[in-house]
């Protein structure tokens, strides 16, 4: 058995700073890592938490040290993938165990557990929203694909590699989605692709890999497919995601509100 908790988007800053004037995101986090600890011995034994991305808003070391001192509280082990608000290089300098990735500078990784591994993948363009996959992450990708063919893989990162519907996140989307689904649909290996990014929880398909994006702990976006959809975010709690190997990917969504009252039948 192997179980992943997953959370994103936490867009952190150093208080008495907030997002967008609105959202005190190092409240929100502390609220969050409450509810993810009252929430752990329901699931049994997890073998790590694993944050997809924007982990803050403004890159900053501070941030990532606030990040540290509330996940470090859970004593599970911790990964991290960039997202676009994040910086490749404060990451580094905040979390030695990402040297190591490729040589061109992107922050990819593979973590192994007894049943699937863990594929991190690197897809910001540095200040920009939007995400690519580099050639050189694609080729790290095969190369990790290629190096245990018979075993299930999880994939993060943080842009998703389908069209939300949600205009304005459509339009700082993934660029090289069509090349990912190519090589995902020719291994031979049992794929899982998880994202954060859209601050919505979307279940989609990739060719034929099940793709998934996790709510988020800073704020949620609409599920709004108008043309003219307003761009914005609203202040519904968001969640986050429990990845298991039953005979099979098995990926729950969890509320980050309260779970309220358990009425017996
Ligand atoms: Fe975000």
Redesign the pocket.
């Known amino acids: 058995m192997t179980r992943i908790i997953q959370i994103t988007?936490i867009?952190l800053t150093v208080p008495p700073t907030k997002v967008s004037g609105q959202l005190n995101t190092f409240a929100l986090f502390e609220q969050a890592i409450d509810k993810i600890e009252q929430d752990l011995p329901l699931f049994g034994d997890v073998d790590a938490v694993i944050a997809t991305g924007?982990i803050t808003d403004y890159g900053d070391e501070e941030s990532y040290q606030l990040f540290k001192t509330q996940i470090e509280r859970l004593n599970l082990p911790y990964l991290v993938i960039p997202?676009n608000?994040d910086s490749r290089d404060a990451m580094l300098t905040s979390f030695p165990q990402l040297a190591g990735g490729t040589e061109h500078g992107e922050l990819n990784w593979v973590e192994t557990f007894s049943a699937f591994d863990v594929i991190g993948l690197d897809s910001i363009i540095p200040n920009q929203g939007g995400g690519a996959l580099s050639d050189s992450t694609l080729q790290f990708l095969k190369r990790a694909l290629a190096s245990n063919p018979n075993k299930p893989a999880l994939i993060a990162l943080h842009h998703p590699p389908f069209e939300s519907g949600i205009h304005f996140m459509d339009n700082i989307g993934l660029k090289g989605a069509d090349t990912l689904s190519e090589l995902l649909n020719h291994t031979s290996r049992e794929v899982r692709v998880i994202c954060?990014?859209l601050?919505n929880s979307i279940v989609c398909s990739l060719g034929n890999t099940t793709v998934l994006s996790s709510p988020?702990v800073a704020s949620s976006f609409m599920t709004d497919h108008r043309p003219n959809a307003p761009a914005g975010f609203t202040k519904k709690p968001g969640g986050y995601m429990l990845h298991e190997w039953i005979n099979g990917f098995r990926s729950s969504y969890l509320s980050l509100s309260t779970n309220g009252d358990l009425y017996p039948f």
């Open positions: 988007d867009h924007d997202g608000h954060g990014h601050h988020a």
